[in-house]
């Protein structure tokens, strides 16, 4: 795909990973962060041969996305849902995490009687109410070596939570062998 794109002239390339909808009946997800993370370095590599830009819109671990112990500038660690500063309102008025979390509503921006809450009234839910507890219950370190990294809860939460529901990363991280201390 990406010599396809860089042939015809395309220098700029963004990625996402596709997760499944969490609220499906059927939920299978066998994508492990360490496969997705090494596919996404050939991609890059593979960019970086043809003078394409690569970037991915996918959160993943920080510390496994390091390469030649240089941190990959193409990787986010952190993710809009932890910190509050984003969300996406569906169709309905319903305001949903992210664009992985659909039918998952925390929140809406209509009131009970179906008028639009105020700012004020908007702010006071979304920094006390639901959506903040909703963001407070998926805030937990995927290994212990988290606790002491320098970049926890600002540059890296450990990549998406979706993408750590039903595994542990946890080994992956440890298996680095080394403290985890990004630059």
Avoid at 7 to 12: I, M, P, T
Avoid at 69 to 97: E, M
Avoid at 104 to 115: F, L, N, Q, V, W
């Amino acid at each position: 795909m990406v010599s396809r794109m860089a042939e015809a002239g395309v220098n700029w390339i963004a990625f996402n990973i596709a997760i499944p909808n969490i609220q499906s009946e059927v939920f299978e997800d066998d994508l492990q962060t360490t496969d997705a993370i090494s596919q996404m370095h050939n991609i890059l590599d593979e960019g970086k041969r043809l003078g394409a830009n690569i970037h991915f819109a996918a959160s993943v671990p920080l510390c496994l996305a390091e390469k030649d112990g240089a941190l990959d500038s193409h990787f986010r660690g952190n993710c809009f849902v932890f910190h509050g500063n984003a969300l996406v309102i569906d169709h309905n008025g319903s305001i949903i995490p992210c664009v992985h979390w659909v039918e998952a509503p925390i929140d809406s921006i209509y009131r009970t009687d179906g008028k639009r809450k105020s700012i004020t009234g908007f702010l006071r839910g979304w920094n006390n109410g639901l959506p903040s507890e909703f963001r407070q219950s998926l805030l937990r370190y995927p290994s212990h070596r988290c606790s002491t990294c320098e970049h926890w809860g600002t540059k890296c939460v450990g990549g998406c939570p979706l993408m750590r529901l039903g595994r542990d990363i946890s080994k992956d991280i440890d298996a680095l062998g080394k403290e985890v201390v990004l630059k």
